[in-house]
């Protein structure tokens, strides 16, 4: 009986896996993205290639509730730096949590960033704000943007020492309320020295003031 049960556990492992993995496309499939509107993120990786991406899991939304009161306050200042849908409906927001930006006249002055990111899916139909996920001192999305209105792609480091980033991806999708993460495996695909900088936050041409 007990070999039945360990064969039967083995073979739901194995099928959970392969169907998790079955859900989860091939990058290329995002190959439009990757080459247009990621391009610069791309571009900070010297040997970045969607082909040494693999799947490592699947997870869902943290869709923690989030105070939506604050709109306005966030266009003040962010709005430029937020991803949002084709149709205007939703935007992701990964910069307000991590990036200390105040108005200063017409001036947009940072005054550091924080260690933690939290990312926010805003709904506009709804007037609702959810915490979709959340990341620690050693991870870094640096760029998102919508593959549909329904579906987007987000991007950042892994940084599996101190000083060597490696890059990450997620394929988030607001039907599901699902992410899937890919991992690179190739450990020389080094994000460069000078980081990355998005052109979303380029464009606001911000001023440092970090103490």
Avoid at 58 to 85: H, N, V
Avoid at 200 to 208: A, D, E, G, S, Y
Wanted: aromatic letters at 16%.
């Amino acid at each position: 009986m007990k070999k039945c049960q360990t064969l039967f556990l083995f073979v739901s492992i194995v099928f959970t896996a392969s169907k998790l993995f079955a859900q989860a496309p091939a990058l290329t499939t995002y190959k439009f993205q990757f080459q247009n509107e990621l391009k610069a993120w791309v571009n900070s990786f010297p040997k970045f290639l969607l082909k040494d991406f693999k799947f490592d899991r699947m997870y869902g939304f943290a869709d923690t509730k989030q105070d939506s009161s604050g709109l306005q306050a966030l266009y003040s200042i962010y709005k430029p730096a937020l991803t949002f849908s084709p149709d205007r409906n939703q935007f992701i927001d990964i910069y307000s949590s991590c990036l200390d930006l105040e108005k200063e006249g017409k001036r947009i002055v940072s005054y550091g960033y924080e260690v933690d990111q939290q990312i926010d899916l805003w709904d506009l139909k709804k007037n609702s704000r959810m915490r979709i996920s959340f990341f620690g001192s050693t991870e870094l999305i640096q760029e998102a943007v919508w593959i549909n209105d329904s579906m987007f792609i987000m991007t950042g480091v892994i940084w599996f020492d101190s000083h060597k980033a490696n890059p990450v991806i997620y394929i988030g999708n607001t039907n599901t309320r699902k992410f899937i993460e890919y991992k690179c495996t190739n450990t020389n695909c080094i994000q460069s020295k000078r980081g990355f900088n998005s052109p979303k936050l380029v464009r606001m041409r911000i001023i440092k003031k970090y103490i």
